[in-house]
């Protein structure tokens, strides 16, 4: 007698096999094949499911914040312009547009720049650089007012929260942009940042000393304002350097 | 009463971007959980979350109104998940040795091992297995490792995972095999427990 395939065992395990019928009654007559099946039931019961961490009470919002601004607006006007006929049209008053543009910018009068004060070659690493050390001198302010809030009564966090929403806009493409220059401590620092900036954008305006409490121990816990002060010094003194524009993870240099 | 996914989908579609926000916030936490279970890791999760709602609005014209928008957004999430990993491969096979040596990291964390009595003995085997399991996770092909997370995990039907990968049934099936078949060589010389035996060679079919 034939035994069964290693195949046809492990998708009877699963209930997959199409002659199910015929290996239970190969099983119930096969001690070798019994055993195999056995085995590799043993083995696959080992591999349970993981534990997967929960995401924080303002995980949708910050998947949302940070989604907004990538969709662009479906329907309404627009729609229309993108039809089969219509993209001709479209494709027309463009040419227009840009033609238009092109002369203008040629026979547009220009200012002279006096030699010597021509702009410098922007190097783009250093543009992302100075704008991750205002990110964090920012963010650092916004944690300082939080800490020192009077924490008497209901407390109104309106222009906190508008500058929270305004950063955490910014923060996730600065940590992209960490990530893919190979700064993985600013990336994680960012990343962190980001969860505290979602705290704050998505609790409500007013909030008791208990909440506000809550906020302060979450920065607290982490560490995050002195992090931030540490990376952001960082960051800023090689904004500094003529040397930074060479590249150098803040990583190295913690 | 509660709007519908579908009324929800119909209002972004007439350009009420914000209504979108209702989706997200319904879907992304579930979303999260199918995803974690192939990467393992929370930050890509988080990415490929945002990828994944990112899609599924640019395709919105695409959803069918009397489907199930979380059964069309879990294949989207699938699908991006598996582009992820495959984007991702070579940094993987190097992960998999840093676990080797990492008793800590977070890929070791991806499956439990059956721990009913756990006395340190029984504890230092378990982390050493939770470590081969996590290891021997990692040698699985992308397409090999969705598909046994889908089935083994997630309790999905082979149809299922035929439809979501876009594979014929035979080609899903054969998947699931090749995956357990890889687990097995990597972890029965090393199984504590089962009936004991060495293993049987030149099975023949039926």
Known sequence: ?254 | MEVTDAAVVAQVLSGDRDAFRVLVERHSRSIFRVIYRMTGNQQDTEEIVQETFLRAYKSLERFELRANFGTWLYRIAVNRTLDFLNARKTQMTKDTYQIVDNPDAELSNQVQLSDAAPGPDRLLLSAEMKRRIAGALGLLTPAERVAFTMRHMEGRSIEEISQTLKLKASAAKNTVFRAVQKLRQQLEPYASSGPQGAPRGGMGGL
């Open chain 1, 1 to 254: 007698m034939n035994h069964l395939s290693e195949e046809q065992i492990v998708l009877h395990y699963y209930g997959d096999a199409e002659e199910a019928s015929e290996i239970e009654r190969h099983l119930a007559a096969c001690p070798e094949c019994r055993a195999e099946f056995a085995r590799v039931q043993s083995m696959l019961k080992q591999i349970e499911p993981m534990e997967i961490p929960e995401p924080s009470a303002a995980f949708e919002e910050k998947i949302w914040l940070n989604l907004r601004d990538r969709l662009p607006v479906k329907g309404g006007i627009f729609r229309g312009l993108f039809g089969p006929q219509q993209k001709w049209i479209f494709a027309g008053v463009m040419t227009l547009l840009l033609a238009g543009a092109f002369l203008a910018g040629r026979f547009w009068p220009r200012p002279v720049q006096p030699i010597g004060q021509q702009p410098a070659q922007v190097n783009p690493q250093r543009v992302v650089l100075v704008a991750v050390s205002d990110h964090l001198e920012r963010s650092q302010m916004l944690l300082v007012e939080i800490m020192n809030a009077d924490a008497k009564g209901p407390i109104n966090l309106s222009s906190e929260q508008a500058e929270a929403r305004d950063l955490l806009d910014n923060n996730h493409l600065y940590r992209l942009s960490a990530q893919q220059a190979g700064d993985p401590q600013v990336a994680r620092l960012l990343e962190q940042l980001g969860r505290v900036l979602a705290e704050i954008a998505n609790g409500p305006s007013e909030v008791s000393p208990g909440d506000l409490q809550q906020v302060r121990h979450t920065i607290q816990s982490e560490g995050l304002l002195f992090k931030v002060r540490v990376v952001g010094s960082e960051v800023n003194s090689r904004v500094r350097r003529p040397e930074s524009l060479s590249g150098g993870s803040v990583n190295q240099r913690l």
